[in-house]
């Protein structure tokens, strides 16, 4: 069988994801400086927020998804991805 069938169904979905995903991800830029410009402490405001997304995915996916983000997640720090990245947004905003 192809995957052809499958192609002109992803598209518009992946890019609806996309767009919510930068929607969400403004808002908590947003809801982070606010926190921070309230001098909440960083680690304060990543703990919950972490907390926060963790309750998320349990209430909406399953162990082994979860895991598998987590370790998406470890991925990113250990190659330094996010190292990258925030020098990426500090350069951008500079």
Do not use: F, W, Y
């Amino acid at each position: 069988m192809s995957d052809n069938t499958q192609s002109p169904a992803d598209g518009p979905q992946m890019e609806q994801v996309s767009e919510e995903l930068t929607k969400c991800a403004m808002v908590i830029e947003h809801a982070i400086d606010h926190l921070l410009d309230e001098n909440h402490a960083p680690l304060a405001v990543a703990s919950a927020l972490l907390g926060g997304s963790l309750g998320l995915l349990s209430r909406t996916m399953d162990r082994e998804t979860i895991l598998r983000i987590l370790e998406s997640a470890v991925q990113s720090v250990r190659s330094g991805e996010l190292d990258d990245a925030e020098k990426s947004r500090r350069s951008g905003s500079a």
